[in-house]
């Protein structure tokens, strides 16, 4: 079965931190957490590039390997989600996430001290679909609603992809064909390993 | 929920086959997803919600 | 859960790619947030909590009530980009992608996708303030209407209206703007103006005067058509992010992408080419690459010939611009400039994109004229994938100018002319003689040797002439009343929409806001205004709503008009302007004047109705035919429109371009489709088609200034022609195919003030452009500078070529203040300011900034004000990267803001974002501001320590070019 993927096509990213303001909107992430930030490669001199990185829902995940109170699942098309309930923000997966995903609140409100919040692939948690619960800890279910990430969704330039992984690759070949590129896709390597 | 304890489970079997290739890091052996449940699980099976996931992509990230 | 060993994290030897860029990438970001993390506490601390709260509350609106989607325009930049709101209860909870938009197809830059904090307003002025004892108190609506009015009733007893300052606003809808412009000119004075004056006055002067309307020619949809695209001064993916989608699809559609900046900016990252250019020399650069485009033949000679006027002229001035030269003067190699040349000759048809980089010069319109130039002789103007894409700033910065929210003109670009103020009498229904009266009659300029105001009008009657711009209110407060030309001094400001930081001399400003008599500001927030002056009486805040609180139409960069849904009601006790402006209007006496066509309920006049008195008199520019409701009709059918020529195809608008860009000729009912492309003869004038505008008479100096051979499609005269009039109908034996009414209407009238549209819609049924058919002219007899020609700013550090390429003399009176430009020059800074110091924009960020770092998402992006600065510099005045640092302007203003060391700039050269506000002399202001109201982040202003330099044709001020040091704090 094909799986959900992220693609940041560096070639078109601005830096314009339109997919990291569309998360903290859609989701209310508070100051201090960011599930998506964008990396700025080789900063004002030529050949700077920029890429937008979240969670990139690996396959294997590190962080679920390494979870002391096994808080993480895995949906069938890949998406890495887990359970705040049990979460107790050991930091663990911080350590273990190639890409610096996890996130910790940095103060207390609602009891949420400490627990990791990450992308959600905006697919929400282990708590009825579109509930004021789920959306309280993982922030809205997109998925659930038929949509796709909200950063990728409105991406200024569509530099940034989401979705099902055949559909992600078959618009950047184009877009590499055109361009007569090297085809870059950042992370996925780590990320995906053998299905990239 | 038993997908996913199935799911787990395999991936689990193989991290262990692969356990003593490489001595670098010391790390937990993932056990099983003891959370909640998430009703998402059983609805991204369905074929019609693959099928609206598909058709959201073409509409919003094609350049049109 | 048991330990076990387990494989190698990074099998295959690329683990952790982002950690280790995290760990060792010096970005701006980074930069900043390492910097913010100490200083930028005290605002985490205080967001954090309100955002958490909203989390809750947004989950108890979700459980209640239906979800509504309404639809509106981002309200941050010209782009346009669609936003779709969904509203619960009356809250805005949730914001969606616009896939339906043709302009951003669902994309949004940060500030485009934090637009819903709008809905919060947490750090919005919330009520009507006034200043007592140096203290901001909560009044009423009611009071504050009366205590003003009176105040300014009483000035103008005692100084005339002419002392009252009517600053209008880019962020106003259409009708608002229009309204405010109208406002003015009943009170009885042309001293009102807005953001345009300083961020394109010098492109719409320029390029209108060059070919007839100061607009972008194409979009930035045709640029998916470009086969080049040369970037001068304009940093598109901070600025105009979404502009990037199109920008990025030309070029992998082949086309060649060549960026020109004093830095290495985020577009400069994706281009083809790349030249660094000393600030301030651009007419040196496009004169050295026409230098090789003439040299090797590759101008379009048949398109000179038949649509340019005074190449000749041109010609010869380029001849000096050697290879040589140009790499004296603008510090890129020759090597550099022939390439540029080349690609743009071999690429064609290529686009010409330019913002304030280029416009923001005491030479401004002599660079936007350059840049025509190099297009004309390219023949790049008029057809798709070519033009002059110049990227307008605000949202509604081109609506503003359009409506002439100006010094110098009416709206419609009708100027000042006594006929002028007569057909828009006649549009508002109002007596010309009783309007006259409104101004300053009695006052008759006798001071010595004064010039004519601009366009050679009079100054009998400061009705008249030209008012005070912007960029220098500050002298109409503080100049001797002597020399200026207006009975007093200004006494009143109204800062209606309008940051005073984006405006230079920060001392002499905070002493003319100190000297004033009254200050107003009319904001959804304090602004720096609020905290700038050290006052302890006479100033006012009045709460205004933000666009998402009101309804109206709005103008894209590409002339486009897009309708907006009201989105949720005005929060607090914030009102939307229009309404403000009745209010006003009623205590001032003049509101059945202002509302004569308008139904009015509750006191706000009716926006549909104030769109249709602006379709009654906008004949010059085509804002005839945008009625209301063929406005909502393209808003309901957004995705028919073709994403590349903005076609609708099929549909209810089938035929259609999107947002009928204007010109949409004649009325609503003769359904024009709009203008995508300016110039443009391969199409009919019916459906979209046009020529160069004939606007500078038929002839000058003997010879002939129509075009010759060159017509658009089906035009029945086959050849060029001038402007239409009753009078040519009759001549052409066209006039019988005007209706009875029409006949009456347009009998003595020209297709400009014939109220019943019929000129135009004659002309165009027989092919032709009601507004003539002319050549664009090279050159401009009425400048200061005829040919474009490169002059030092003011403040320059290259002494060596001041005698060569001097500046103006100081002149007398300009827009009625004395201005200096020689006197200045004269005097040798550059040993005391060895560094140029420029500015511009950041993305999360616009304008003054005041609405955007008052919302937590896009705060916690950009925590700190810093002054980017090339190593080299750094290293000899011994600054660090990352500390504190007094930068300190040519004029001796001085800030205090971050050193952020980078080769971005080049060497010598000094570059602030111009966003920040709330400090003075390294001093936060939050004490200043009303409780609640203060952005989350504040920063020292750029612009206090930018210099005196104001453009010859327009006032606007130099801030691209001026000269400063650096110490360490
Ligand atoms: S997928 Fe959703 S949760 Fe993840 S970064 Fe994008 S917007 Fe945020
Ligand atoms: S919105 Fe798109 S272009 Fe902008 S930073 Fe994110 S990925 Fe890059
Ligand atoms: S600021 Fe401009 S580019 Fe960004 S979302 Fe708004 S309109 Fe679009």
């Known amino acids: 079965m094909a799986r959900m993927k992220f693609l940041c096509d560096a070639e078109r990213c601005i830096e314009c931190n339109g997919c990291v303001t569309a998360c903290k909107n859609e989701h209310e992430v508070p100051w201090g957490v960011n599930r998506r930030r964008v990396v700025t490669l080789d900063d004002g001199v030529p050949g700077e590039r920029s890429i937008s990185v979240a969670c990139m829902h690996c396959t294997d995940a590190p962080c679920a390997a390494v979870c002391p109170v096994d808080c993480f699942y895995t949906t069938d098309d890949g998406i890495v989600l887990h359970d705040k309930d049990l979460c107790i923000g050991c930091g663990y997966c911080f350590y273990a996430c190639p890409f610096g995903a996890p996130q910790y609140p940095q103060k207390e409100a609602f009891g949420v001290r400490g627990k990791m919040d990450k992308c959600t692939f905006c697919a929400g948690g282990p708590e009825d679909d579109g509930s004021a619960a789920e959306f309280e800890k993982y922030g809205r279910n997109r998925i659930a609603e038929g949509k796709l990430p909200i950063c990728a969704e409105m991406c200024s330039t569509k530099a940034l992809l989401a979705g099902d992984g055949d559909m992600v690759a078959d618009i950047y070949r184009e877009r590499i064909l055109k361009r007569s590129t090297r085809p870059q896709t950042w992370g996925w390597g780590v990320a995906y390993k053998a299905d990239s | ?33 003891r959370g909640g449940s998430d009703p998402l699980l059983a609805k991204q099976a369905s074929p019609e919600q693959r099928a609206r996931l598909g058709e959201r992509f073409q509409m919003g990230q094609t350049d049109r | ?72 325009v981002c309200t941050h930049c010209s782009v346009g980009c669609g936003v779709v709101a969904e509203v619960q209860n009356g809250v805005w909870v949730r914001q969606a992608p616009d896939f339906d938009s043709p302009l951003n197809m669902g994309g949004h830059c940060a500030k485009g996708a934090s637009v819903r904090e709008h809905g919060h307003g947490e750090r919005r002025l919330k009520h009507p303030m ?30 005339g209206p002419d002392s009252v300052y009517w600053l209008g606003s880019a962020k106003f809808s259409n009708e608002q703007a229009y309204l405010f412009r109208k406002f003015a000119g009943l009170w009885g ?47 598109a993916a901070e600025a105009h992010p979404v502009a990037m989608q199109h920008i990025l699809r030309g070029k992998e559609n082949g086309a060649k992408m060549i960026v020109v900046d004093p830095r290495f900016t985020r577009t400069a990252a994706h281009a083809d080419q790349f030249m660094r250019i000393r600030p301030g020399s651009d007419v040196p650069l496009i004169w050295g690459m026409l230098y090789h485009i003439f040299e090797n033949g590759w101008e379009d000679k048949e398109y000179i010939k038949q649509r340019v006027f005074g190449m000749d002229k041109i010609r010869a001035e380029v001849a000096k611009w050697t290879p040589e030269e140009v790499e004296k003067v603008t510090g890129i190699p020759g090597s550099e400039v022939k390439l540029a040349a080349q690609t743009m000759a071999e690429n064609r048809p290529g686009t010409i994109v330019w913002c304030m980089g280029g416009t923001q010069h005491t030479i401004g319109n002599n660079n936007t004229r350059a840049y ?77 040797g004064s010039e004519e105001g601009i366009g050679g009008l009079p100054f009998d009657n400061p009705m008249n002439s030209a008012g005070i711009p912007v960029s220098r209110w500050i002298d109409g407060v503080l100049e001797d009343s002597r020399n200026i030309d207006q009975r007093d001094n200004l006494k009143a400001m109204f800062f209606w929409g309008h940051a005073p930081n984006s405006q230079t001399r920060g001392p002499e400003m905070k002493k003319a806001l100190e000297t004033l008599e009254l200050v107003v500001v009319v904001d959804p927030y304090p602004t720096h205004t609020a905290v700038l002056p050290d006052r302890q009486e006479g100033m006012y805040l009045l709460p205004a709503a933000t666009q998402f609180e ?22 607090f006790d914030s009102l939307p302007d229009h309404t403000i402006m009745y209010k006003l209007a009623k205590k001032l006496g003049f509101a059945d004047e202002l509302c004569k066509n308008m139904q009015v309920n509750n006191e706000e006049p009716l926006v549909e109705d104030i769109l249709r008195e602006i379709n009654r008199g906008m004949w010059t520019i085509g804002m005839t035919g945008q009625s209301p409701e063929r406005l909502k009709l393209h808003l309901a059918n957004k995705h028919t429109f073709n994403t590349t020529t903005l076609l609708a195809e099929g549909g209810p608008c089938d035929g259609d371009y999107y947002g009928l860009p204007w010109p949409c000729w004649g009325t609503p009912e003769m359904n024009h489709p709009g203008t995508p492309l300016l110039y443009d003869t391969s199409k009919s004038v019916a459906d979209g088609g046009l020529n160069f505008r004939a606007r500078f008479g038929v002839e000058y100096e003997g010879k002939n200034l129509l075009a010759e051979g060159s017509y658009s499609k089906g035009a029945e005269i086959k050849d060029g022609y001038p402007e239409f009039t009753a009078d040519m109908l009759k001549q052409l034996g066209w006039w019988k195919d005007l209706t009875a009414e029409e006949q009456a209407a347009a009998e003595g009238k020209n297709w400009k003030t014939d109220l019943s549209g019929g000129i135009q819609r004659v002309a165009i049924a027989h092919g032709c452009a009601p507004y003539g058919n002319a050549k664009a002219r090279a050159i401009v007899w009425t400048f200061p500078d005829p040919v474009p020609v490169h002059r030092e700013p003011l403040y320059t550090s290259r002494r060596d070529l001041v005698e060569k390429y001097p500046t103006y003399e100081d002149r007398k009176s300009h827009y009625r203040l004395p201005t200096r430009y020689k006197s200045i020059q004269d005097q040798d800074k550059s040993v005391e300011y060895p560094l140029i110091l420029t500015s511009g924009r950041l993305v999360e960020y616009e304008g003054g900034g005041e609405e955007t770092r008052s919302n937590a998402w896009l705060a916690e992006l950009q925590q700190e004000m810093f002054a980017e600065i090339n190593p080299v510099d750094a290293n000899n005045a011994g600054i660090k990267d990352g500390q504190w640092i007094w930068l300190e302007g040519a004029e001796g203003a001085r800030v205090k803001v971050h050193a952020m060391v980078t080769e971005r700039v080049g060497r010598g050269v000094v570059f602030m ?24 982040v504040r920063g020292e202003a750029a612009n206090t320590a930018f210099t005196y330099g104001y453009d010859s044709v327009t006032q606007m001020q130099e801030t691209k070019a001026t000269l400063c040091k650096i110490s360490a704090a």
């Open chain 3, 189 to 235: 004075t042309n001293n009102v103006d807005h953001q345009a004056r300083i961020c394109h006055s010098t492109t719409v002067a320029g390029v209108a005067n060059t070919w007839g309307y100061g607009a972008m020619t194409n979009s930035y949809n045709d640029m998916h058509n470009s086969k080049a695209m040369f970037f001068i001064g304009s940093n």
């Open chain 2, 1 to 33: 929920m038993r997908k996913v304890t199935l799911t787990l489970l395999i991936v689990a079997s193989m991290a262990l086959g692969g356990c003593y290739e490489s001595t670098d890091i010391t790390l937990h052996d993932p056990g099983v997803y």
């Open chain 3, 913 to 936: 974002p111009f966003h920040f506000g709330g400090w003075y002399d390294g001093k936060d202001l939050i004490d200043k501001y009303p409780e609640g109201a203060a952005p989350y």
């Open chain 3, 550 to 571: 009101t309804y109206g139409s709005v103008t894209a960069s590409n002339r486009s008009i897009q309708w907006r849904d009201k989105l949720i009601d005005p929060l």
């Open chain 3, 130 to 159: 006034k200043l007592t004892g140096g203290k901001w108190k909560q009044i009423t609506w009611d009071e504050a209407i009366a205590e003003i009015g009176d105040k300014v009733l009483n000035i103008r007893e005692r100084s």
């Open chain 3, 1 to 72: 859960m048991k330990l076990t060993k387990k494989r190698d994290l990074s099998p295959d030897g690329t683990a952790s790619p982002l950690k280790g860029i995290l760990g060792s990438a010096i970005d701006r970001r980074t930069f900043l947030r390492r910097t913010g993390l100490a200083v930028g506490g005290g605002a985490v601390a205080g967001a954090i909590q309100p955002v958490m709260m909203r989390r809750a509350e947004a989950v108890e609106a979700k459980a209640a009530g239906d979800v509504e989607v309404r639809k509106s």
């Open chain 3, 372 to 448: 025509c130039v190099l297009q004309l002789a390219l023949g790049n103007v008029g057809v798709s994938g070519g033009g002059a894409n110049i990227f307008r700033g605000h949202d509604n910065v081109q609506g503003a100018t359009d409506l002439g929210i100006l010094s110098h003109t009416l709206p419609g670009y009708y100027g000042l002319a006594e006929g002028s103020w007569k057909h828009f009498a006649n549009v508002w229904g109002v007596d010309f003689d009783w309007l006259k009266g409104r101004f300053d009659t009695g006052y008759i300029d006798t001071r010595e």
